[in-house]
């Protein structure tokens, strides 16, 4: 049976080591040659590279790593509809466009390196408490996942400098109540980190993957080797314009990331447009993975308050209040069509938490969101 389970977590990392990268590592990431260079409206810049000489091509396993410029599966276009943004338009999201044969990287300085290792290895020090709510899938022993979708509403909590609250969808090797215990995973969505982004309370467009939970691989974004950028326009990192507002109008952001049948790459997919991928070579465990989630999370130092989660606001089956996923889906064979998530559903939330963060699942709602879910909260003191 399939089993969906509703989960609100409190955890508090352990001591790890930094994700493994030296200065002199990402120099050539920094130096990489620029066919264009671009200032965007927010006032940062991208940079056009060769897209066979892109940074991802300098991991060493990816070193004899042939270029995949589309997915071979064809993605499943039919998307409810929502009275909300207009997906297929990305109006809200920043982007620019490249010439023909180059990609847009956003231009990462020694500045940049030294905030996403420090909010990486936020993650896993013992001075930092993170929080998460999940409403996590976990397939039956038969089924191996090929994919996972879902529309999430973007909102823009309020955090302190060194604070970060996000919303994102996750696939990892392993089913886990705590996605810290998986070893490969991949985690795209929303999220506000002014450390990350040079001080700016924005929204942005992120992404974050590790092979070894985080111990010595992986990053936010570009920040590493990894991640390659196959899309022209958009890409990780961007400032995202316009924001939900609560009570009001739902700006969403539609996700997917699916296994390709042939490369066995992870292709993500946002409102419609192909990014790029994340290499199977770096995930050696998820050949057959049977861990995927959506929700949310927040990181603070020890001793400080949490900021909210979300829009700021528990669930209440109100759809323009609390952040959510709709119409949220899983892929079990290469035929590009999502199954959605059935069965029984379990809580489990410290008494504690509840005024704090939540989750709740809900289930079909219907033709305008689908299978549903909803969480966040405001923070706690």
């Excluded at 030296?22 to 991208?46: A, C, H, M, N, W």
């Excluded at 997919?269 to 770096?282: E, N």
């Excluded at 035929?335 to 963060?357: H, I, L, M, R, T």
Aim: hydrophobic residues 30%; charged residues 20%.
């Amino acid at each position: 049976m399939v089993k969906i389970t509703n989960t609100l977590f409190f955890v508090l990392c352990l001591v790890t080591s930094i994700n493994g990268h030296t200065f002199d590592d990402l120099e050539i990431q920094i130096s990489k040659p620029r066919v264009k260079s671009i200032r965007t409206e927010s006032g940062y810049l991208v940079d056009c590279i060769d897209i066979n000489k892109q940074p991802a091509f300098d991991h060493p396993l990816l070193k004899n790593h042939t270029l995949q410029r589309k997915p071979s599966f064809e993605r499943n276009m039919n998307e409810t509809s929502v009275k909300s943004s207009p997906n297929k338009l990305i109006y809200w999201l920043e982007n620019i466009r490249c010439p023909k044969g180059t990609v847009p990287i956003r231009r990462i300085t020694k500045v940049d390196l030294i905030r996403g290792k420090s909010v990486f290895n936020d993650h896993n020090l013992i001075q930092s408490i993170m929080h998460e709510a999940y409403t996590y899938h976990e397939p039956p022993p038969d089924d191996i996942i090929h994919g996972i979708k879902g529309t999430t509403s973007i909102y823009n909590p309020k955090v302190d400098k060194d604070q970060s609250s996000s919303g994102h969808l996750f696939v990892q090797d392993a089913f886990q109540k705590l996605i810290i215990n998986g070893t490969n995973k991949i985690m795209v969505g929303w999220h506000v980190s002014p450390k990350l982004y040079n001080d700016d309370d924005s929204t942005y467009f992120y992404s974050a993957w590790t092979s070894d939970d985080f111990k010595s691989t992986g990053c936010y974004n570009m920040l590493c080797k990894g991640f390659v950028q196959t899309d022209r326009s958009y890409y990780l990192g961007s400032r995202i314009r316009k924001t939900s507002t609560y009570g009001g109008e739902m700006i969403e952001m539609s996700i997917s990331l699916n296994k390709d049948r042939t490369t066995h790459n992870w292709w993500l997919t946002v409102a419609d447009k192909t990014i790029g991928y994340f290499p199977a070579a770096l995930f050696p465990n998820m050949v057959e993975p049977s861990g995927l989630g959506w929700g949310g999370s927040t990181l603070s130092p020890m001793g400080t308050s949490s900021p909210s989660m979300g829009s700021g606001h528990l669930p209440d089956k109100d759809f323009v209040h609390a952040s959510y996923f709709r119409d949220i889906g899983i892929q079990v064979d290469d035929s590009g069509n999502y199954n959605q998530p059935s069965g029984d559903k379990y809580v489990d939330a410290d008494a504690d938490a509840a005024s704090c963060y939540n989750v709740e699942y809900y289930g079909d709602q219907g033709e305008e969101f689908g299978y549903s879910l909803q969480f966040g909260g405001p923070g706690c003191n």
